[in-house]
């Protein structure tokens, strides 16, 4: 058990914990949250040993096994392989000294080593080494590449490796799912659920928290607060904390607005109902956790799109690859206003491949790319922060951007993403990754776009940044083509889904958590899930039919549907009408003056109608969900 005591830290004049104590059990797994410069770093250095505290002490440290993942990029000489293998140190030692024994022909000696490798399990250290390489997204031959010719998020990925190489009782990792993709996520999510020491993890990504860990630690105020629970736990038991302390201020009540606009309309164009009961459920409960974000310093809004044509963008029988060699080939697809996709697929599957094909970055190798008179892309990747001008300020970079618009205006977009009073003129050469990302996003939204084309926006955002990026992507209305790790995220911010796998592009039939269950269950050799070859291409455009048969089929088919869609009409205006009542409910219910305690019968009164308001839309929902899918089987 490991026991922090009345800990105060400070790093330079910045008071970063003060009265902290938390008790980490062991074999415990646990999250540790907290705001960009709150001091989470700095706690997990003071747990190395790097840091002294201020004040406090911290026990049961002693004798621990500490194993963390490194931050800086290494730039060894060494093959992948051993860099890893090193890791665990112990054996590695043993192999390089059987290795010199043996070139020095020192056989009894080599007999010695071999008897002390086989004594602690040495022999299956190089496997184990390949295993994990294998599963962070590594190939058979990049096992002997020196470790220097990776980019940089590859040697990140390294680093994560050699940290689950250590022997360890405790396992401290900071930010390990920046620069994976889903499927490699979902493979480091179960190694860790088999970890059987105490981990301590930092992370922006909620849904892999929530898979991960039993407990939250969260830096507010300078203290360590647990929270029961993963990160939707701690949302959900923060908001009813800061509803206990009345602070339901304006701009919750905005985003909760913004968030059922988003349930609205999603409502009145899904045409996918096996995914749209899980979504509307997440969207609910988004609304319910709001409070927990009331004091976030970030707030921003897309503009509206403005003139489109549609379709804005399309690609037919496209091939896209790089240097003669294709990665996706026979590619037809249409992007039509409001379009909302999210794109699933392994690592080198072609994801980003697909998006620099629809931005024009990447030339096709064959087939055709159609614009629409009005399209304005936004185009987010990793590789926008390596081209920001670090001289500039976030103010200087909009304005090249825009030169006319107004400084003032500037400044108070750019406030809405935490760039305030100084800070916006200051050169970025200083400002952190998650900064910088911020800023290349606030460009992106700044440029007044009609299609979002975004490739992992939200590395090294953190998770009040995270949330306030998934409430601006559903007030959206233009079209948006999203490559992301965070569940979270594609589950609020898309519509379909897309599968990028085999060279080929098509609507993935199910929803993410079937995905989700797809790869770590390794199905991707059965028959569970339906080969991309067997499903509905994206947009493979509609035969016309001809004659007499073609024209009596279609009446036929019109007769049949109409039922349904007049009822799915009906149901959705009863759904508006309640969710109207029950909005005009709640601001009641936001007056303070209402709890006052010679209001209590009206609160009571206005309390039980909420609930009758919101089990009647509860047993709407339900009627929605099952008449869209009877309109999906008709063919409507």
């Not at 970063?16 to 980490?24: F, I, K, M, Q, W």
């Not at 507010?220 to 647990?226: D, H, K, V, W, Y």
């Not at 279609?554 to 009409?569: I, S």
Request: hydrophobic share 40%.
């Amino acid at each position: 058990m490991i026991i922090l005591e009345d800990i105060a830290l400070r790093r330079g004049p910045a008071l970063l914990l003060e009265g902290a104590s938390a008790t980490l059990q062991p074999g415990q797994n646990l999250a540790l949250i907290g705001a960009n410069g709150t001091g989470k770093s700095s706690l997990f250095a003071l747990l190395r040993g790097e840091l002294g505290a201020d004040r406090g002490q911290i026990r049961g440290m002693s004798g621990l096994r500490i194993a963390h993942m490194a931050q800086e990029l290494v730039a060894s000489d060494d093959a992948t392989r051993d860099f890893v293998l090193a890791g665990d140190a112990p054996i590695y030692k043993l192999l390089s000294e059987v290795t010199e024994a043996e070139q020095a022909e020192d056989y009894e000696r080599a007999a010695e080593l071999h008897q002390e490798l086989e004594a602690i399990d040495g022999y299956s250290a190089p496997r184990r080494a390949e295993q994990l390489l294998l599963g962070l997204g590594f190939q058979q031959r990049d096992l002997s590449t020196s470790v220097a010719d990776f980019s940089g998020g590859w040697r990140v990925r390294l680093n994560l490796a050699r940290a689950l190489m250590t022997p360890s009782d405790v396992l401290l990792l900071d930010e390990p799912t920046n620069h994976l993709d889903l499927d490699t996520m979902l493979w480091l999510q179960t190694w860790l659920l088999r970890y059987p020491g105490t981990l301590l993890m930092i992370s922006h990504d909620r849904d892999f928290i929530d898979a991960v860990c039993e407990r939250t630690l969260s830096i507010e105020q300078n203290q360590l607060i647990a929270y029961r629970g993963g990160y939707s736990a701690f949302e959900q038991q923060r908001a009813e904390r800061m509803a206990q302390q009345k602070a339901q201020f304006e701009r919750q009540q905005k985003e909760i607005a913004d968030i059922e606009g988003f349930v609205r309309r999603f409502r009145a164009k899904a045409t996918k109902a096996r995914q749209a009961q899980s979504r509307l459920k997440a969207l609910e409960r988004m609304e319910t956790v709001a409070p927990a974000h009331v004091d976030s310093p970030f707030s921003f809004q897309f503009p509206k799109p403005g003139k489109s044509s549609d379709p804005l963008l399309s690609l037919d029988a496209a091939a896209l690859g790089y240097d003669d060699q294709p990665v996706l080939q026979n590619v037809s697809l249409m992007l039509h206003p409001g379009d909302r996709i999210g794109l699933l697929g392994k690592n080198g599957a072609g994801k980003s491949t697909l998006l620099k094909g629809l931005t024009g970055a990447l030339s096709l190798q064959r087939g055709d790319r159609v614009t629409g008179a009005h399209l304005r892309i936004g185009y987010f990747d990793q590789q926008q922060l390596e081209v920001l001008d670090l001289e500039a300020s976030p103010l200087l970079h909009l304005q090249r951007l825009t030169p006319t618009a107004r400084e003032q205006q500037i400044l108070d977009f750019l406030g809405g993403f935490n760039f305030k009073g100084d800070r916006a003129r200051e050169q970025i050469a200083p400002f952190s990754g998650g900064e910088k990302a911020r800023l290349a996003l606030a460009m992106v939204v700044w440029q007044d776009p009609n299609v979002l084309i975004l490739d992992e926006p939200t590395n090294h955002l953190d998770l009040h940044m995270r949330h306030a990026l998934a409430v601006a992507l559903q007030g959206y209305t233009g079209a948006i083509v999203l490559v992301s790790h965070d569940r979270h995220l594609i589950r609020h911010a898309v519509e379909s889904l897309w599968l990028v796998d085999n060279g080929s592009v098509a609507e993935y039939p199910d929803d993410l958590a079937a995905y989700e269950r797809w790869v770590i269950a390794g199905e991707r050799n059965t028959n569970a899930t339906p080969a991309p070859q067997q499903r509905t291409p994206v947009s493979t455009p509609p035969q016309p039919g001809r004659g007499k048969q073609h024209r009596q089929g279609a009446a036929e088919q019109r007769a049949r549907v109409r039922p349904l869609q007049n009822a799915l009409q009906k149901t959705e205006r009863a759904l508006e009408e309640r969710q109207t009542k029950l909005k005009a409910l709640q601001d009641q219910l936001a007056d303070p003056t209402l709890y006052e305690k010679q209001e209590q019968d009206r609160l009571g009164e206005l309390v039980r109608s909420e609930g009758l308001l919101k089990s009647e839309i509860a047993a709407l929902e339900e009627t929605w969900i099952d008449q869209q899918e009877a309109l999906d089987s008709a063919g409507g």
